[in-house]
Nanobody, 116 residues
Framework: QVQVVESGGGLVQAGGSLTLSCAAS????????MGWYRQAPGKQRELVAT???????NYADSVKGRFTISRNNAKNTVNLQMTSLKPEDTAVYYC??????????WGQGTQVTVSS
């Protein structure tokens, strides 16, 4: 079992920046992929960014050039640096950890609100 806990959400004005942090604990040796998803009110949950153990990254088109995902394998943490935030980035952001057994663990989510 893997436990995932996010932190760092909040309220920010459009154009501002925010960094989300996530820590995985438990059976972390099997984690091969960590990432962030988000879900806005009335919308489906969507991928934001992922990072592998060797730091290969993948981003949603909507956040490319504005968001940066980074991972610390030794600490089993992953951060999401968000810049040039837009009101449409408002959502609950979820951290995920996926193991080599294709088990995906989710955090409880952290709210990000961008005011115009």
């Amino acid at each position: 079992q893997v436990q995932v806990v996010e932190s760092g959400g909040g309220l920010v004005q459009a154009g501002g920046s925010l960094t989300l942090s996530c820590a995985a604990s438990g059976s972390t040796f099997g984690i091969i992929l960590m990432g962030w998803y988000r879900q806005a009110p009335g919308k489906q949950r969507e991928l934001v960014a992922t990072v592998t153990g060797d730091s290969r990254t993948n981003y949603a088109d909507s956040v490319k050039g504005r968001f940066t995902i980074s991972r610390n394998n030794a600490k089993n943490t992953v951060n999401l640096q968000m810049t040039s935030l837009k009101p449409e980035d408002t959502a609950v952001y979820y951290c995920t950890a996926e193991t080599y057994r294709l088990e995906k663990y989710w955090g409880q989510g952290t709210q990000v609100t961008v005011s115009s």
